[in-house]
């Protein structure tokens, strides 16, 4: 099945959509100013949301302190007071108009925050349909938001719930490798997965890439939460210049934000993974392998660039099956599909088209460097055994068939024609080799020559 290892290597495909339809936000009518501003640093297709907040800030104190101004003014005249008794109001007025501006708009900032943030995270992850893409993402986003420095998220396997490292942004891959299970901070993480809620602490001083450059680390471990059900963990680490790591709403919604998301990217690259991947040797499977040989031959006639197709059948599955059971075969088409995947290119398509029958879609690859690569699998058949157990050892012989574009054809019925006449050219040598060895020397040598059977032209007598 589909395992998050995997998608932090990346293997499945997605495309992402770069254009989305920016959505209307009170007070960003000027879009082309918006966009040059910060959201605490953070620079977006978005703009900076608080921006209109900031302005009304400003306006509001310039209009509160000329109020107060002249204010204390008329009653100078009015009360006939000193100007010590002046400035003393003016000061009192300007220092109680200051607090309660700084907080009632930190209070508004603060909800602005909980209700803007997890919409633009979702709305920026939502863009991309690939799941490790949104990851990187992710944690890219989330320390741009909260100006904090380092990232990590983690995501939960069904089966065990374990936590595996899939992203991180600040952190050196040695200190926390990818793709590896969370060796550190159980305590915490623990708390966070099995109460569900944010877990803020200070910074262990054991862990040097828990520090900061202020030399005071907070650290929130943050679930990540797809309809009240856990799936993943978020770390992140600031220092004084993240106050928002104090705001454990704001983490709670955006947690719920990006949980939701990357779930749903999740569970489509799953369902991506059982329509395109062959059950039995992980291999793509034949539907997924003649689309993409569709699309790579429109793109070498485009390109003039050339693929290469090889098709390989194994000889004597039947005879394997009927003589060591089907679950032997299975084990041999297993360790053949891994053999397979493992002498092909990164850039090249491995799959199972039949039940004997693997074929392989090999990218910008010349005739001579198709043939170099049926020669290789050959060769690793001859030295590796496809089943050891029960004091038996299998090796396999395949029939390999090569045939692309363009030396063999101009269509994708042409090309698979070639190298299936090929594969079924080479099966017939090895079987007229094997029946000529199983011949009695005599028998070889003093058998009356037969001549071939063929069909007269068309229209003369037989």
């Known amino acids: 099945m589909f395992g998050v290892s995997s998608l932090a290597r990346g293997v499945t495909r997605g495309t992402a959509r770069h254009a989305c339809q920016q959505p209307e936000v009170e007070g960003l009518e000027d879009s082309n100013a918006a966009a040059t501003d910060t959201v605490d640093g953070y620079r977006g297709s978005f703009g900076d949301p608080l921006h209109h907040v900031r302005t009304e800030k400003k306006r509001l104190r310039i209009g509160a302190y000329g109020a ?30 200051t607090g309660a501006i700084e907080y009632a708009f930190a209070k508004f900032l603060r909800l602005r925050k909980q209700g803007v943030y997890p919409g633009m995270l979702a709305m920026e992850l939502g863009a991309t349909h690939d799941f490790g893409q949104a990851c990187e993402q992710s944690v890219r986003l989330v320390a741009e938001l909260l100006q904090i420095e380092k990232v990590i ?28 299970p969370l060796p550190w901070c159980q305590q915490a993480v623990k708390q966070a997965m099995e109460k569900r809620k944010v877990v803020v602490t200070s910074a262990d001083r054991d862990r040097a890439w828990l520090s900061t450059s202020d030399g005071c680390s907070r650290v929130a471990y943050v679930p990540l939460l797809s309809l ?41 690259a799953e369902l991506r993974e059982v329509a395109t991947q062959d059950e039995l040797t992980q291999l793509f499977n034949r539907r997924y392998f003649f689309e993409q040989l569709d699309k790579e031959l429109k793109a ?25 059971g089907h679950n032997v075969g299975d084990t041999v088409l297993t360790n053949l599909g891994k053999l397979v995947a493992n002498r092909v290119r990164t850039e090249d398509i491995p799959a199972r088209i039949g039940g004997d029958e693997f074929a392989v879609l090999m990218p910008d690859t010349n005739e001579r ?88 032209p068309e229209g003369e007598p037989s």
């Not at 799936?231 to 106050?243: I, Q, Y």
């Not at 485009?302 to 060591?324: A, C, E, H, M, W």
């Open 153 to 180: 998220l983690a995501w939960s396997t069904p089966c065990d719930h374990q936590l595996t490292t899939i992203a991180s942004h600040g952190v050196p891959p040695e200190d926390v490798p990818l793709a590896t």
């Open 228 to 268: 009240d059900r856990f799936v993943g963990l978020l770390v992140l680490v600031g220092g004084r210049e993240a106050p928002d790591l104090r705001d454990k709403t704001l983490l709670t919604t955006i947690g719920l934000a990006i949980g939701l998301t990357l779930d749903n990217l999740h569970h489509s």
């Open 300 to 324: 070498a006639r485009r390109s003039g660039r050339p693929f290469g197709l090889l098709i390989l059948d194994v000889d004597s599955l039947k005879l394997i099956n009927d003589t060591y």
């Open 68 to 97: 107060i101004a002249a204010f204390v003014i008329v009653n100078h005249f009015a009360l006939h007071m000193n100007g010590l008794q002046t400035v003393v109001t003016l000061a009192c007025c300007s220092a109680v108009a």
């Open 369 to 456: 460097g198709a043939s170099a690569t049926a020669a290789r699998l050959e060769e690793a058949l001859q030295t590796k055994p496809m089943y050891e157990g029960d004091g038996i050892e299998l090796r396999l012989a395949v029939s390999c068939g090569v045939a692309g574009y363009p030396w063999s054809g101009e269509t994708v019925a042409d090309i698979v024609q070639w190298a299936d006449a090929n594969m079924y050219r080479v099966k017939a040598m090895r079987k007229g080799r094997a029946q000529a060895a199983s011949t009695p020397s005599s028998e070889r040598h003093f058998r009356p020559a037969r001549a071939p059977e063929t069909n007269p």
